[in-house]
């Protein structure tokens, strides 16, 4: 006799089509949490994980020096965001293919070392920031950099190189959850939620060298080159049909939409209560988190603390996935989460040597990491304009993506964020070069 599967459970199977089985019995609640993750992925993590130490640190400082005056700026940024990760997902499903791997195949293999050499350098800079940012989370609580970086590590080298993609991409989800301290601790800083909606629709300008310096590394540290690289190859790993293409892009879109409303509540909670107090200067996101304790207690510190480890710890696990993803692609070599050094050695290894170095360099008493962030700023600056020009190309180039190249306002509205992330880019990088 045919057996009718209850409706919620086709939802379940449909939400998380080619993934492995799931156990035969599950109780409601655990059918709820599977369906929710399912329709989760690389968007919400690529998205998220640009979120990382530097970004909080940004964000604080945003706050810290002109309240809310710049929150407009997380509008334009959500809808840039959402139109670069729809475009990468889009690729990533109808090509069966990463971005590198792309670029290797339609411009040549010179454009491809060029950027893969980019990719290196930058991400490894920024791994090692947020291992930095790791260790001075948990230093929050009294645990040394020495003893909670190196476990750390430990804990995300097994998550990608012992476990399987897909356990490795619940694991990111999951780190995804510290991020809602961030609501909470603007919440807990009773912000003016008027002056808050007025400043983004009604902005005040300023002028000067400072605000545009924080303006535009407001955006560009949203979107970074190595969220693209990231989300284009992991749906390509997570096996995405193109029949779900439309849910792809969706996840991708609300992911954006999610980060950036977290990078929202940073900036209110820090202009809530650190600029109406006069502390106007910030020197990383732990220093926002202790200078929190004074104006919204130690409830609200502590939340600043766990969304910083949060974003440290996911920002840590991408950032070596995203390189590896990218010097094999570019040359050619096998790839993938979960495969083991004989099978894929260059992608294990690499993997492998970023995480182990970051880490030791993050725990050195001293480290300039203002300085080594600076540097890093400079080279995504310069990577950026490259990587969006290639995802605008390809996505719109019917040779590559057939009758799903992007077209008609979907095409516009690429190429006008291309423009304007390009030139923002750049002209970060020449402000922090010249020292505008």
Not at 21 to 35: D, G
Not at 80 to 86: D, F, T
Not at 177 to 185: N, Q
Request: with cysteine; hydrophobic share 55%.
């Amino acid at each position: 006799m045919a057996v009718r599967v209850p409706s919620v459970m086709r939802r379940v199977r449909s939400a998380i089509a080619g993934r492995p089985r799931l156990p035969a019995r599950l109780s409601p609640r655990r059918v709820r949490i599977f369906a929710f993750l399912g329709l989760l992925g690389p968007g919400l993590i690529a998205a998220n994980a640009g979120n990382d130490a530097g970004g909080i640190a940004t964000y604080s400082s945003v706050g810290a020096k002109y309240g809310y005056g710049l929150l407009w700026t997380i509008v334009i940024v959500t809808i840039s965001l959402a139109i670069v990760q729809r475009l990468a997902a889009r690729m990533g499903v109808v090509t069966g293919k990463g971005l590198a791997e792309l670029v290797r195949e339609e411009y040549g293999i010179r454009w491809s070392v060029l950027a893969t050499s980019a990719v290196v350098v930058a991400n490894l800079g920024i791994c090692i920031s947020d291992f930095v940012g790791a260790g001075a989370a948990l230093g929050l609580a009294g645990i040394p950099a020495q003893v909670s970086v190196p476990i750390a590590a430990l804990g995300i080298w097994l998550v990608i190189v012992r476990g399987s993609y897909r356990s490795a991409e619940r694991i990111f989800i999951w780190f995804t959850i510290p991020f809602f301290a961030y609501p909470v601790a603007a919440i807990l800083a009773h912000p003016h939620w008027g002056d808050v909606g007025h400043a983004i629709v009604a902005p005040k300008l300023h002028s000067g060298s400072t605000y545009l310096v924080l303006l535009i590394a407001t955006i560009g540290t949203t979107i970074t080159p190595y969220m693209q690289l990231y989300l284009q190859s992991a749906v390509v790993e997570r096996g995405v049909r193109e029949d779900q293409l439309g849910r792809e892009e969706g996840e991708a879109v609300s992911g954006a939409a999610f980060a950036n409303l977290i990078a929202a509540f940073v900036i209110i909670a820090t202009g809530a209560t650190l600029f109406t107090h006069g502390v106007h200067e910030i020197g990383s996101a732990a220093d926002a988190a202790r200078a929190l304790n004074p104006f919204a207690g130690q409830f609200a510190e502590t939340l600043f603390g766990v969304g910083l480890l949060g974003a440290s710890l996911l920002a840590a696990a991408i950032l070596p996935i995203a390189t590896s993803y990218v010097v094999a692609e570019s040359l050619g070599y096998e790839k993938g989460i979960g495969r083991r050094r004989e099978e894929a050695p260059v992608f294990v290894g690499l993997i492998t040597a970023m995480i182990v170095i970051s880490a030791i360099v993050a725990v050195i008493p001293g480290l300039p990491v203002i300085s080594l962030l600076v540097g890093v700023q400079v080279v995504n600056g310069v990577l950026l304009p490259i990587n969006l020009f290639f995802i605008w190309r390809l996505s719109r180039s019917r040779a590559v993506m057939g009758g799903r190249a992007s077209r008609g306002p979907l095409d516009l509205a690429a190429g006008a964020t291309v423009l304007l992330l390009s030139g923002l880019s750049i002209a970060l990088v020449l402000v922090t070069v010249v020292g505008v």
